[in-house]
């Protein structure tokens, strides 16, 4: 399990470090907003600590833009303020939690389990490709951090491809699943819905999600 350390007092790295990798976690670290945000991009961690008061690009800003970018890694802030104003923005920004520097280590870890632990229990009700978010608990779907409201058919259909996402999905499996296994196609339904969604996912987005497979169906795919 990797964990991402963000956080320029490199004394308190070095003790976060010794401490994670004493519980078997490996970590990385980076000592700027900026630095750090690419690693969260480019790498699939199970945790990120991050810091508030960063050079460059604070811990705010920074979790934000992960945010937005369907980055959906548990991320704990380490605030030497502890404020409530800060832990207000901090979880607003889209953080999972907080911690008030000084803390021990023990609270560390007890945090890092119980987001860890939680995470578990949501994450198979979130299912995305690239930067388009469902949220099933919250019947909910997003595009770059933007919420799309969708009929209960457009949801269904988008739900069947996004579940086998990268997938040709043929047209009679899509028809059963958003009108029921006995409904006939009179007047092109499924391509009318399509061509809604389409509008509503891929709009005048440069990248194009829902592709149409010739002869089989539709397929959602990066
Ligand atoms: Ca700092």
């Not at 608990?137 to 409201?149: L, M, N, Q, S």
Request: glycine share 6%; net charge positive.
């Amino acid at each position: 399990m990797a964990i991402l350390i963000i956080e320029d007092e490199k004394k308190l790295v070095d003790i976060l470090k010794r401490a994670l990798k004493s519980e078997r976690y490996s970590v990385d670290v980076a000592y700027d907003g900026e630095t750090g945000l690419e690693k969260a991009m480019k790498n699939n961690y199970s945790l990120i600590l991050l810091d508030i008061m960063l050079p460059k690009r604070d811990g705010f800003s920074v979790c934000k833009e992960l945010r937005t970018h369907a980055i959906h890694t548990p991320i704990i802030m380490l605030t030497a303020r502890g404020s409530t104003e800060d832990r207000v923005t901090g979880l607003d920004a889209g953080a999972d939690d907080y911690l008030i520097k000084p803390f021990s280590t023990s609270e560390l870890f007890a945090r890092i389990r119980a987001v860890l632990r939680r995470r578990k229990t949501t994450e198979s009700n979130i299912i995305k490709i690239g930067n388009l978010v469902m949220d099933k608990k919250k019947h909910e779907v997003t595009r770059a951090g933007i919420t799309i409201p969708l009929t209960p058919k457009e949801y269904k259909l988008l739900d069947m491809l996004l579940s086998n996402s990268g997938e040709a999905i043929s047209r009679q499996r899509l028809i059963e699943h958003a009108w029921g296994p006995t409904f006939k196609e009179t007047n092109n339904e499924l391509n009318v819905h399509i061509r809604y969604l389409r509008k509503k996912i891929d709009g005048k987005k440069d990248k194009h999600l829902i592709h149409t497979i010739r002869g089989v169906g539709f397929a959602l795919k990066e």
